[in-house]
């Protein structure tokens, strides 16, 4: 009978958009119902804001709300109610496994959405499986991963149209995948009886505006004060804002070398190797470098971290998902720098996998966190401009 | 021999500390907490009541000395002392570049407090995040830092501090700062202080203290014992109506409850006891735990219906909830006849005009006793809600009498080295009442003088040291 109560209440809970008891989103909502009413942190990020337009948390606005928070930590070290205080709250660390949760429930297909849960195993079997794929697809080509290549070509070893089939449907899929998983998100945290269509068009562009500015300035690591977030504990830094930046460009100017390269290659009919100072190999190598320097620095950052922010538990997703942006730049790098010895060919083979392990888990790791942070941020921008619907006697 | 000792690891410990250490002078912190808890009621706070004559980052508009003097006058009812509280006021005005220089930083008001834009300046993260800006630019600049290391009697000669004990450790220095707190945790003392009511009930036993259990008034009770000159009376304190089920310590701002004049409040009795709408809520909320205080029990419920819902700031516990008046006098465990009589009486007598909650409105009581005189609208609207309310203790007034130079006075005259700052001397500007921010302002202020002053008698009787050294 007692069960029957539970699971009446639990189904009518979620009927309403509640959240299930004993779940992360309840311990958000439990979290933010004390936030709400304290307020202190408003002036740190959007999160707390946003959080004030409401009175009760259901599940969508728990979502939104945890994949507004970057996880900065300002919350944490400035609140009253922290451990050890009795009300046990701490915004990022229950925020972290609300987005976990989130990366799980919208990821598409659903099946696959488990990846998420034991990541730091999902990476290394992609790892593993792509470098021994590689290696037997070398030998089996060339028999040996050990000569000098005539001509300094990679083709030779793995002919462009054969790298183009491998590589192009894992990267289609993996844009598919996480285009539908953010799409499933945004259709659930946009209730749409927000607010009428009219005053929402009117503040499309402008919105659209703020937030691709808060995700390219990664404004709130900025702690609010523009000094910083934390990281060993309660003292601001900028270094996690700076060596993000360095990674997420750095990233960007590698996608931008293979994009012209590609450019290159099928509309002028140049093809690669390229060297310096071609386009390509620039952006490649400023962006590889670039890649190298803030993974590591995020790297050291993460192990240096104050134990109580974010999620343990996560911690393979986030260094394993760092570690093979690190090792996908080093190879690359690698591989230009021996290009022409007889080491290039093993080289090949390692960065081929480190990429090909990147894209198979791209929609499955920590990557999705700027996909859907992007979009709780696009959100936020909206619902600012909009009216709130409160009364609160004094705001 | 350290040269000045700061006793206390609160706003003005630190703002001590911070002072003396600027100025030279070698400086030991004795925080009775563990780091955890450090900071005393300071990390409750979140602003500082600023005077300016013209907009200041983030206040607008302007808040002169005479203004903020009159503010004050009005809610201590005369209990101040206009020479040091003017002396709090501009020092209010000018000290925010210095705390900024320490790493507090400012915003505009939080949604909810719009009605102190003009008058505060609100710390970015609250108190907490104060707190640990100091810390950690008082630890930059050498400041020596104890935790857990409350000190339990000072060694007093002719009005001289010698030295301080912790326990069997005796730490001497050449000048001390206190700043430790008031006794509001002391719930033995409050006890007696409150006595006991005409029901024979020892009201203070139902109290609960909204910020550390750290204040326990061990040195305000041993500086009394020492003949030092007091000023203020045990029983007041700041005292405001928070929801009943708010922890015992620590509890903080979360725990207030918003909603009293947008509804009636009833007794354990089921009856009303005080104008709800007498003026705006933050004008208010602090006389409500003396009255919830003076209710058999000590205990208050506040009632409304859903129109309030959205009206006021989100309490931190969900109200007890039901869809008829009797079902929540059932559900809070008031007998229900008696509670109807009382619900229906005042819905009776709402005279509704053009209800606004954010003006003095037209909408009141007529015939009843105790009035209802503004926002009276019936209560009528399923679903309802209920809290149950207790007196909250923020801070007590009880404290050390000093002057313009913070120094702690025995027979009336100063002494040459024992200063004091904070909750510990607060009863010399606010003898009662309470305005927003204006105890960070006093223990800023006096807080940064203790300092100044302490360094100045350290490093000067160093400098006597040493010439009688070098003489020698």
């Given at each position: 009978?007692?069960?029957?109560?539970?699971?009446t209440r639990?189904?009518?809970?979620?009927a309403n958009?509640g959240?299930?008891p004993?779940?992360?989103?309840?311990?958000?909502?439990?979290?933010l119902?004390?936030?709400n009413?304290?307020?202190y942190?408003?002036?740190?990020?959007?999160?707390?804001p946003?959080?004030?337009r409401r009175?009760?948390f259901?599940?969508?606005?728990?979502?939104y709300?945890?994949n507004?928070?970057?996880?900065?930590?300002?919350?944490?070290?400035?609140?009253?109610?922290?451990?050890?205080?009795?009300?046990?709250?701490?915004v990022?660390?229950?925020?972290?496994?609300?987005r976990l949760q989130?990366?799980?429930?919208?990821?598409?297909p659903?099946?696959?959405?488990?990846l998420?849960?034991?990541n730091?195993?999902?990476?290394?079997l992609a790892?593993?499986?792509?470098?021994?794929?590689?290696?037997m697809?070398?030998?089996?080509?060339?028999?040996?991963?050990?000569?000098?290549?005539?001509?300094?070509d990679?083709?030779?070893?793995?002919?462009h149209?054969?790298?183009?089939a491998?590589?192009?449907?894992?990267f289609?899929?993996?844009v598919?995948?996480l285009?539908?998983?953010?799409?499933?998100?945004?259709?659930e945290?946009t209730?749409?009886?927000?607010a009428?269509?009219?005053a929402?068009?009117?503040?499309?562009?402008?919105a659209?505006?703020?937030?691709?500015?808060d995700?390219?300035r990664?404004?709130?690591?900025d702690?609010?004060?523009g000094e910083?977030?934390?990281n060993e504990?309660?003292?601001w830094?900028?270094?996690?804002?700076?060596?993000?930046?360095a990674?997420?460009y750095?990233?960007l100017l590698?996608?931008?070398?293979?994009?012209?390269?590609?450019?290159?290659?099928?509309?002028?009919?140049?093809?690669?190797p390229?060297?310096?100072?071609?386009l390509?190999?620039l952006?490649?190598?400023?962006g590889g470098?670039?890649?190298?320097?803030?993974?590591?620095?995020l790297?050291?950052?993460?192990?240096?971290r104050?134990?109580?922010?974010g999620?343990?538990?996560q911690?393979?997703m986030?260094?394993g998902?760092?570690a093979?942006?690190?090792?996908t730049s080093?190879?690359?790098?690698?591989?230009?720098?021996?290009?022409g010895?007889?080491?290039?060919?093993?080289?090949?083979a390692l960065?081929?996998?480190?990429?090909?392990?990147?894209?198979?888990?791209l929609p499955?790791?920590?990557?999705?966190h700027?996909?859907?942070?992007?979009?709780?941020?696009?959100?936020w921008a909206?619902?600012?401009?909009?009216?709130s619907q409160l009364?609160l006697g004094?705001? | 021999m350290i040269?000045v000792?700061?006793i206390g690891g609160?706003n003005?410990?630190?703002?001590a500390?911070?002072?003396a250490?600027e100025a030279?002078?070698?400086?030991?912190l004795?925080?009775a907490?563990?780091?955890?808890?450090r900071g005393?009621?300071s990390?409750?706070?979140r602003?500082?009541r600023?005077m300016?004559?013209?907009p200041q980052?983030v206040?607008?508009?302007a808040y002169?000395e005479e203004?903020?003097?009159?503010?004050l006058l009005?809610?201590?009812?005369?209990?101040?002392?206009e020479?040091?509280a003017?002396?709090t006021?501009?020092?209010?005005?000018?000290?925010?570049?210095?705390?900024?220089?320490h790493g507090v930083?400012?915003?505009?008001?939080?949604?909810?407090?719009?009605?102190?834009a003009?008058?505060?300046a609100?710390?970015?993260?609250?108190?907490?995040?104060?707190?640990n800006a100091?810390?950690?630019?008082a630890?930059?600049?050498g400041?020596?830092?104890?935790?857990?290391?409350?000190?339990?009697?000072?060694?007093?000669q002719d009005?001289?501090?010698?030295?301080?004990c912790?326990g069997a450790?005796?730490?001497?220095?050449k000048?001390?700062v206190?700043?430790?707190?008031?006794?509001e945790?002391?719930?033995?003392?409050l006890?007696?202080a409150?006595?006991q009511?005409?029901?024979?009930?020892?009201p203070a036993d139902?109290?609960?203290?909204?910020g550390?259990?750290f204040?326990?008034?061990v040195?305000?009770?041993?500086?009394m014992?020492?003949g030092?000159?007091?000023?203020?009376d045990p029983?007041?304190?700041?005292?405001?109506?928070i929801?009943?089920?708010?922890?015992l310590y620590?509890g903080?701002?979360?725990?207030?409850?918003?909603?009293?004049?947008?509804?009636?409040?009833v007794?354990?009795?089921?009856?009303r006891?005080?104008?709800?709408?007498?003026?705006f809520w933050?004008?208010r909320?602090?006389i409500?735990?003396?009255?919830?205080?003076?209710?058999p029990?000590?205990?208050g419920?506040s009632?409304?219906d859903?129109k309030?819902?959205?009206?006021?700031?989100?309490?931190v516990?969900?109200g007890?909830?039901?869809?008829?008046?009797?079902?929540l006098?059932q559900?809070?465990?008031l007998?229900v006849d008696?509670?109807?009589?009382?619900?229906n009486?005042y819905?009776?007598?709402?005279?509704?005009?053009?209800?606004?909650?954010?003006?003095?409105?037209?909408?009141?009581?007529?015939?009843?006793?105790?009035?209802?005189t503004?926002?009276?609208?019936?209560?009528?609207?399923?679903?309802?809600?209920?809290?149950?309310?207790r007196?909250?203790i923020?801070?007590?007034?009880?404290g050390?009498?000093?002057?313009d130079?913070?120094?702690?006075?025995?027979?009336?005259?100063?002494?040459?080295?024992?200063?004091?700052?904070g909750?510990m001397?607060?009863?010399?500007?606010?003898g009662?009442?309470y305005?927003?921010?204006v105890?960070?302002s006093?223990g800023?202020?006096f807080g940064r003088?203790?300092?100044?002053?302490?360094?100045?008698?350290?490093?000067?009787?160093g400098?006597?040291?040493?010439?009688?050294?070098a003489?020698?």
């Amino acid at each position: 009978m007692q069960q029957l109560d539970t699971l009446t209440r639990q189904a009518r809970a979620l009927a309403n958009g509640g959240v299930l008891p004993g779940t992360p989103e309840a311990e958000v909502a439990r979290q933010l119902q004390i936030c709400n009413a304290c307020r202190y942190c408003e002036g740190f990020c959007a999160v707390f804001p946003a959080m004030t337009r409401r009175l009760e948390f259901g599940k969508a606005d728990v979502h939104y709300l945890a994949n507004l928070c970057h996880n900065c930590g300002a919350c944490l070290h400035a609140c009253q109610y922290a451990p050890p205080h009795e009300f046990a709250v701490n915004v990022p660390q229950t925020m972290a496994k609300v987005r976990l949760q989130t990366y799980t429930d919208f990821a598409w297909p659903p099946s696959l959405g488990r990846l998420y849960q034991r990541n730091g195993l999902t990476l290394a079997l992609a790892v593993a499986g792509a470098l021994a794929f590689f290696m037997m697809f070398t030998l089996w080509l060339k028999d040996t991963l050990w000569r000098v290549p005539t001509p300094a070509d990679f083709y030779a070893i793995f002919p462009h149209n054969l790298l183009v089939a491998l590589f192009a449907p894992v990267f289609l899929f993996a844009v598919l995948a996480l285009a539908l998983g953010v799409r499933r998100f945004w259709r659930e945290v946009t209730p749409g009886q927000d607010a009428a269509a009219a005053a929402l068009a009117a503040v499309k562009t402008d919105a659209a505006m703020e937030a691709t500015h808060d995700v390219l300035r990664l404004k709130y690591l900025d702690g609010g004060h523009g000094e910083g977030c934390n990281n060993e504990g309660d003292a601001w830094t900028l270094w996690r804002r700076r060596f993000h930046h360095a990674t997420f460009y750095g990233f960007l100017l590698c996608f931008a070398a293979t994009s012209v390269a590609t450019l290159y290659h099928y509309l002028l009919g140049w093809v690669a190797p390229y060297d310096l100072p071609s386009l390509p190999k620039l952006l490649g190598a400023v962006g590889g470098l670039s890649l190298l320097v803030g993974t590591a620095g995020l790297f050291v950052l993460n192990l240096r971290r104050h134990p109580q922010h974010g999620d343990a538990a996560q911690k393979p997703m986030d260094r394993g998902f760092i570690a093979l942006l690190f090792f996908t730049s080093l190879t690359g790098l690698a591989l230009w720098l021996a290009r022409g010895t007889a080491a290039m060919p093993v080289l090949l083979a390692l960065h081929l996998a480190c990429v090909m392990a990147l894209f198979l888990t791209l929609p499955y790791g920590k990557f999705a966190h700027g996909i859907f942070r992007s979009a709780a941020l696009l959100k936020w921008a909206i619902e600012k401009r909009l009216p709130s619907q409160l009364q609160l006697g004094d705001d | 021999m350290i040269d000045v000792l700061v006793i206390g690891g609160g706003n003005a410990a630190l703002c001590a500390a911070l002072m003396a250490r600027e100025a030279g002078a070698s400086v030991l912190l004795l925080e009775a907490a563990p780091r955890e808890w450090r900071g005393g009621n300071s990390g409750h706070t979140r602003n500082l009541r600023c005077m300016h004559d013209a907009p200041q980052d983030v206040l607008v508009e302007a808040y002169p000395e005479e203004e903020y003097w009159q503010d004050l006058l009005k809610v201590t009812g005369g209990l101040t002392n206009e020479h040091l509280a003017r002396l709090t006021i501009r020092a209010s005005s000018t000290c925010r570049d210095w705390m900024r220089r320490h790493g507090v930083h400012f915003q505009p008001p939080l949604s909810g407090a719009l009605h102190v834009a003009r008058t505060n300046a609100f710390f970015m993260g609250g108190g907490k995040a104060l707190v640990n800006a100091y810390y950690r630019s008082a630890e930059k600049l050498g400041v020596q830092i104890r935790y857990q290391a409350p000190v339990d009697r000072l060694d007093i000669q002719d009005g001289r501090f010698v030295a301080a004990c912790v326990g069997a450790e005796r730490i001497e220095a050449k000048a001390c700062v206190l700043a430790a707190g008031g006794f509001e945790s002391n719930r033995a003392w409050l006890r007696e202080a409150w006595g006991q009511n005409a029901d024979g009930e020892w009201p203070a036993d139902n109290f609960l203290i909204r910020g550390t259990r750290f204040n326990q008034g061990v040195l305000i009770k041993h500086m009394m014992e020492q003949g030092a000159d007091m000023i203020g009376d045990p029983s007041q304190s700041h005292c405001v109506a928070i929801d009943a089920r708010a922890p015992l310590y620590d509890g903080g701002i979360c725990t207030r409850i918003d909603c009293v004049s947008l509804g009636v409040v009833v007794n354990q009795n089921a009856q009303r006891f005080y104008d709800e709408g007498e003026d705006f809520w933050p004008k208010r909320y602090a006389i409500w735990g003396r009255l919830v205080a003076q209710q058999p029990s000590q205990i208050g419920y506040s009632i409304i219906d859903s129109k309030a819902i959205g009206r006021f700031m989100p309490p931190v516990f969900p109200g007890v909830k039901a869809d008829s008046l009797s079902e929540l006098a059932q559900k809070l465990g008031l007998d229900v006849d008696t509670f109807m009589r009382t619900l229906n009486g005042y819905n009776a007598a709402c005279r509704v005009g053009i209800f606004d909650h954010t003006a003095l409105d037209d909408c009141h009581t007529e015939g009843l006793a105790p009035a209802k005189t503004h926002w009276a609208r019936p209560i009528d609207t399923a679903p309802f809600y209920g809290y149950a309310l207790r007196p909250g203790i923020t801070f007590t007034y009880l404290g050390l009498k000093v002057n313009d130079q913070a120094a702690v006075h025995f027979g009336g005259a100063p002494s040459d080295n024992l200063f004091v700052a904070g909750e510990m001397m607060a009863g010399n500007v606010l003898g009662k009442g309470y305005t927003a921010g204006v105890g960070m302002s006093i223990g800023t202020a006096f807080g940064r003088i203790a300092g100044t002053q302490a360094a100045q008698v350290a490093m000067k009787s160093g400098a006597i040291v040493e010439k009688t050294r070098a003489a020698a």
